[in-house]
């Protein structure tokens, strides 16, 4: 499943085993009755989607095997009546007028999953409990703040390269700056959330069980104008190196293949990475992409021309502008190349 946008209107579409392409509905983007903005979609155990709209602020439940209307009914105002998709989150109530959720993340709790959202524009990250199997739109404990985010505060990161500190940040103290996606993943029975913070150009790791938070990918950039970190610009020397030396430039969607190995879109580098992050001695590698600077600070490359060098060995391919991902059921990588209009495969089953 994907979503597609233009300037005027929204897409949903499928894409079967066989290479069929069908429309399961078409929105406009403007109107109460719209799909704005369509982050990074997640499929539940049972097969069916969970839409999040970041602009229009409401995430939805879509079942392809139930009916569904070529145009269903989203309108802002009156979730009562929407029927497939229906309303699982209204955003905007619950949350803040000034909330976006850009990604989700399912955890692995039989029957009743708990539900992450990455707020972009609220710096955090939201954990929301019986959001599937309620039978109305769930709502968070109510403050004065409309509600009360699980992890993350505005700011930038105020994580260090000395991670033996202890305790290490709790959920509570830690600052994001534009978390952007959002990964669940159990490792030796402990439950993480990876964390995509894009504008601290970071990956973070947060146990779900202690509460902790630190530090996996990514240098901890310095301070410019007192205001943001400026990304550092990517050298060939960080291939086969510390994961936490890497200079990453607003790293987007992350994901774990069937080794354990987390994988991850390097956006503005335009580059796909991966790192053995559990190993004793963890290493970080580019596998897809070639580094094309393209600013003051890291140089400015010449771009070849549009849609050259797009397929054939990964390492000698250009990606523009990665962001969503998913593996397919052999374990490849499917990579959403926004810039370029692309769905792009890279075969990780052969990657060593």
């Known amino acids: 499943y994907l979503t597609t946008m233009n300037t005027s209107a929204t897409e949903l579409r499928k894409i079967t085993p066989a290479g069929d392409y069908s429309l399961l509905f078409k929105k406009q983007r403007s109107g109460s009755d719209a799909l704005n903005y369509p982050g990074n979609l997640v499929t539940t155990p049972e097969g069916k989607v969970i839409i999040a709209d970041a602009v229009k602020q409401w995430i939805g439940l879509f079942d392809p095997e139930a009916t569904y209307s070529a145009n269903p009914y989203l309108n802002f105002l009156f979730f009562e009546n929407w029927t497939n998709p229906r309303l699982l989150f209204d955003v905007y109530t619950n949350a803040s007028e000034s909330s976006s959720c850009d990604d989700i993340a399912l955890d692995d709790t039989p029957g009743n999953p708990n539900f992450y959202c990455a707020d972009l524009k609220q710096h955090a990250i939201w954990q929301i409990a019986d959001v599937l199997t309620a039978t109305a739109n769930v709502t968070l404990e109510a403050t004065p703040s409309k509600g009360i985010p699980y992890a993350g505060k505005p700011g ?19 600052k994001f700056n534009e978390p952007t996606n959002v990964t669940f993943q159990r490792h030796n029975g402990t439950p993480y959330l990876y964390v995509a913070d894009s504008g601290d150009h970071l990956i973070l790791e947060i146990n779900l069980a202690t509460r902790q938070v630190r530090r996996v990918i990514g240098e901890v950039p310095p301070e410019a104008n007192g205001k943001v970190r400026k990304a550092l ?17 607003f790293p987007h969607k992350a994901l774990f293949d069937s080794q354990q190995r987390l994988v991850f879109a390097d956006t503005e580098n335009r580059l796909i ?61 499917i990579i959403g190349d926004a810039r370029a209009n692309r769905l792009r495969k890279l075969w990780l089953s052969y990657l060593k």
Not at 156 to 174: A, H, M, Q
Not at 238 to 248: F, I, R, S, T, V
Not at 284 to 299: F, H, K, S, V
């Open 156 to 174: 930038k990161t105020s994580l260090t390269d000395n991670d033996s500190v202890v305790p290490l940040p709790s959920v509570e103290e830690v």
């Open 233 to 249: 610009c990517y050298s060939a020397s960080e291939e086969g190196a510390d994961p936490k030396k890497a200079h990453l430039r």
């Open 273 to 333: 990475r991966i790192a053995d992050i559990y190993s004793v001695s963890p290493r970080i590698y580019t596998i897809a992409g070639i580094m094309l600077p393209d600013d003051e600070a890291c140089g400015t490359a010449t771009l070849p021309p549009a849609y050259t060098l797009e397929d054939g060995e990964a390492r000698s391919s250009i990606l523009n502008e990665a962001y969503s991902m998913a593996l397919d059921p052999e374990g490849n990588l």
